[in-house]
């Protein structure tokens, strides 16, 4: 996944732009009110379990030793163990952690699955590090991190600047910190790994799979056609790629697209596997890509458009932005991309938010099916994993659309409720220890 310059969050002059932790603490309680939460159970949701912070040194092809600060956030376990991504980005610290995973709480129990929510990385920029030397950053960052991992504790999976590799590297370097006799149990320590590794055939699409199936949901659900729909997106990783690659299946059109490197847009469309064919030449960038015309970062959520599917990283649309934005349906591939300022500003203007945790679920559900998989020493096929996930997305976007029209409240409260009141049930017929 990608992202643009962190200009989106310092535009104002007047206050400062909330932060993730502020908006997913704003969310959490605009729901538990609306639900009327006991209040000893907000207490609980409403703080981490456990947050780890580990430094450790890593030497570099030159010889020298760098050290590096990597985190892992276990925010509740009331359902199961704790799940989430680990990326690594210079944007990683302790509040990012703490925001995401609360999001990977709400998202899990959303989904049905039997995990709570965890989330962490390392605070590094991978561009500037050898593969070699980002082997040797994770192998020690998982060793570092020792037992507060493990296949029925937390589970990792790969996030942004991770991938199916870096997965890869944690469960050999997991399993090989067991006993012998323990190693090939424990390879469901992480998802996301390569299909010859115990990877899910189809994991890599799961998330962007996801956002497309919300959106040909809410679609049906307002007796509209995907077909000539123009949509933009921001973040050309495996989220937006995969995400427009289906939606360009079902006839809609790409118009603009931003990652880290800038911005380009053609009305007319752009071809998506052409453009993903280009930035695997061009160092992942999308731009001098010779089928659009450049465009000013500033304009990118001005573009005419019916959808728009910010897939990088949280904050992007904000009080600056949000009164700008052409689309109809804002389906949010990202995790936090809308702040709570930007949100209001769309809602008041009728727009429709499809929220992260239903739109980019996806992805933790694959991360079940994996888990399942190598639990059960199965090898699923790719035409029953995006069966099952079909038939499990359509399960939670009818929950949360039908609690919304229900309850007349949008999608995000809506599915926020049905979230924390899955684990506040819980905790009712479980009691609180001791």
């Known amino acids: 996944m990608t992202t643009i310059t962190a200009e989106l969050h310092n535009r104002t002059k ?24 006991h209040p000893n159970i907000r207490k609980i949701l409403s703080i981490t379990n456990n947050e780890i912070i580990v430094h450790f040194p890593v030497k570099m092809d030159n010889g020298d030793v760098e050290v ?50 965890g989330k962490g990385g390392i605070q590094l920029d991978p561009s500037k590090y050898s593969a070699g030397e980002l082997e040797r950053i994770t192998r020690r960052f998982t060793f570092a991190l020792g037992d507060n991992i493990g296949p029925e504790h937390d589970i990792p999976a790969p996030d942004i600047n991770t991938n199916s590799q870096t997965m890869a590297w944690i469960a050999d370097t997991y399993m090989s910190t067991r006993p012998p006799a323990e190693r090939t149990a424990n390879q469901h320590v992480v998802t996301g790994k390569p299909d010859g590794s115990g990877g899910l055939e189809g994991r890599d699409r799961a998330t962007g799979y996801g956002v497309f199936l919300n959106i040909k949901f809410w679609a049906a659900r307002n007796n509209e056609s995907l077909s000539n729909k123009k949509f933009i997106v921001q973040g050309f990783g495996n989220v937006g790629y995969w995400a427009s690659h289906f939606l360009e299946k079902n006839g809609a059109k790409l118009v603009a697209v931003q990652d880290a490197f800038g911005s380009i847009r053609n009305t007319n469309g752009i071809n998506v596997d052409d453009l993903f064919n280009y930035t695997q030449v061009n160092n992942g960038s999308i731009v001098g890509f010779p089928e659009a015309f450049d465009l000013d970062n500033e304009k990118f959520f001005t573009s005419e458009c019916d959808i728009c599917i910010p897939a990088a990283l949280g904050n992007q649309i904000t009080r600056t932005n949000a009164p700008k934005i052409k689309a109809r349906l804002i389906a949010e591939g990202a995790n936090g991309p809308t702040n ?41 096929q790719l035409s029953e994993v995006m069966s099952k996930l079909d038939k499990k997305m359509k399960e939670s976007f009818d929950k949360v659309y039908d609690f919304s029209e229900k309850e007349r409240i949008d999608l995000r409260k809506a599915a926020y409720c049905i979230a924390i009141k899955r684990i506040e049930k819980a905790y009712v017929q479980r009691g609180i220890f001791p």
């Open 14 to 37: 007047k206050k400062p732009i909330k932060g993730m932790m502020d908006n997913v603490m704003e969310q959490f309680y605009s729901a538990a009110d609306h639900i009327e939460l």
């Open 68 to 117: 590096f600060t990597g985190y892992r956030v276990q925010h509740n376990n009331a359902l199961g163990p704790y799940k989430g991504g680990l990326r690594y980005h210079p944007t990683v610290d302790i509040d990012a952690a703490r925001a995401l995973a609360m999001w990977m709480t709400w998202k899990s129990s959303l989904a049905g699955l039997p995990y709570g929510g």
């Open 340 to 380: 709570v300022e930007g949100e209001k500003i769309l809602i008041d203007r009728g727009i429709t938010i499809i929220p992260d945790i239903l739109c980019n679920s996806g992805g933790v559900i694959g991360s079940y099916f994996e888990w399942l998989q190598n639990r059960n020493g199965e090898l699923w």
